[in-house]
């Protein structure tokens, strides 16, 4: 069973906090994304990277940035979080086999509130 | 660039009547479909694709090219259908991998 895994279920940050988000996936997947989620907006993609050391912007990565060291781990900063980044976050990796494309398998997600 | 239009954020149903949640898409390549759910208090998870042309949970989806339409069907719902529906859209990156482009999702309720 795959399993996606996000540090922290809930957190509270104040108004230009920085704020880490984690993610840990065990299936030795090449991508990780991360998406926010919100109420009539759907899913929008913040940042992916395919592999170790890459990365690629999304459609609204302005006010984030993401670290992939380890193939496993795929990290979501928010150098100066704002009210406007309340959000519940989504983490998801899927394999790069072609056949699979398309397949994610999510973590349970991290719902951020800034004050 | 790819787009997909979910029209309705909320569909209610009674339980044993059919159900459609709608999908289109704009993508100028050739387009991979998806339908993923989430359950109350559950991950989101795959719900089928449509190169697979299968049936999961009674559910069906068939990809309509000359309307860009990817509908999710059921002839009879469920009360455990109740759930958050999205449909995804999936582009292969020019640098390998791939990534989805989701809908806004649609609320699907079903009432006793």
């Known amino acids: 069973d795959v399993k996606v895994t996000q540090s922290s279920r809930y957190l509270v940050k104040r108004t230009g906090e920085k704020v880490f988000l984690e993610c840990v996936q065990d299936?030795?997947?090449?991508?990780m994304f991360w998406y926010r989620q919100d109420p009539g907006l759907g899913l929008r993609l913040i940042y992916f990277?395919?592999?170790?050391?890459?990365?690629e912007k999304g459609d609204i990565p302005e006010g984030y940035s993401v670290s992939r060291e380890k193939k496993e781990r795929f990290s979501l900063i928010l150098e100066s979080a704002s009210t406007n980044q309340t959000s519940m976050y989504l983490c998801?990796?899927?394999?790069?086999?072609?056949?699979?494309?398309?397949?994610?398998?999510f973590g349970e997600g991290s719902r951020l509130t800034v004050l | 660039a790819q787009r997909v239009t979910q029209p309705e954020k909320l569909l209610s149903v009674f339980k044993g009547a059919p159900v459609e949640l709608k999908c289109n898409y704009s993508?100028?390549?050739?387009?991979?479909l998806f339908w993923y759910v989430q359950y109350s208090r559950q991950r989101l998870q795959l719900l089928l694709r449509?190169?697979s042309r299968e049936s999961i949970k009674g559910f069906t989806a068939d990809l309509n090219k000359g309307e860009t339409s990817f509908h999710l069907k059921k002839p009879f719902a469920q009360e455990e259908d109740s759930a958050m529906y999205y449909c995804?859209?999936?582009?292969?990156?020019?640098?390998?991998?791939?990534?989805?482009?989701f809908g806004t999702g649609t609320q699907l309720k079903v009432e006793l």
């Open positions: 998801a990796s899927s394999p790069d086999r072609r056949r699979d494309a398309g397949e994610l398998f």
């Open positions: 990277s395919y592999d170790v050391k890459m990365k």
């Open positions: 993508y100028s390549g050739s387009p991979e």
């Open positions: 299936m030795d997947h090449e991508n």
């Open positions: 995804a859209l999936s582009s292969i990156l020019t640098g390998g991998g791939n990534k989805l482009t």
């Open positions: 449509h190169i």
